[in-house]
């Protein structure tokens, strides 16, 4: 190392520091397992993200596979193509009970035409004459 790179050093009041590949090959093993982000290396060993992207790239066993790998989880577009899923999901419900809706409201008016009864009533409306016959009080009062 040259005088002029140690004055250099002294100055930043930086130390070259030099981390094992093991322990290169651990933390990219634990950023790859979702257990650590890239931030938090960087923060709690004071090194650069470009250092740490560069340990990815060196030891990352997707790389030797061709898989291109996500570090930060949950981003915008994945974040987006959850609530699309989601509103399909929804919207397929919503049209589920518009069809039940539906059929037992048709259901109810063959019901009324079968046996002449006013099965729909509305609220605070009269009873109907056939409906006291059998001596039994409907409104639930």
């Known amino acids: 190392m040259s005088t002029k790179q140690i004055s250099q050093?002294?100055?930043?009041?930086?130390?070259?520091?030099?981390?094992?590949?093991?322990?290169?090959?651990?933390?990219?093993?634990?950023?790859?397992?979702?257990?650590?982000?890239?931030?938090d290396v960087c923060r709690e060993y004071e090194v650069s993200s470009w250092a740490v992207y560069k340990w990815i790239y060196k030891y990352s066993r997707y790389r030797q596979k061709q898989?291109?790998?996500?570090?930060?989880?949950?981003?915008?577009?994945?974040?987006?193509?959850?609530?699309?899923?989601?509103?399909?999901?929804?919207?397929?419900?919503?049209?589920?009970?518009?069809?039940?809706?539906?059929?037992?409201?048709?259901l109810i008016e063959v019901a009324e035409e079968m046996y002449s009864v006013d099965i729909k009533k509305k609220l605070g409306s009269e009873l109907s004459k056939d409906s006291g016959q059998n001596g039994k009080n409907t409104t639930g009062v």
């Open 67 to 106: 898989v291109r790998l996500v570090i930060e989880p949950m981003s915008d577009t994945n974040k987006i193509k959850e609530l699309e899923k989601k509103v399909r999901e929804l919207e397929r419900l919503v049209g589920q009970k518009q069809i039940q809706l539906e059929f037992q409201n048709k």
């Open 9 to 39: 050093e002294a100055q930043t009041g930086r130390n070259r520091r030099y981390f094992s590949e093991s322990f290169r090959r651990k933390k990219v093993d634990e950023i790859e397992r979702k257990l650590t982000k890239v931030v």
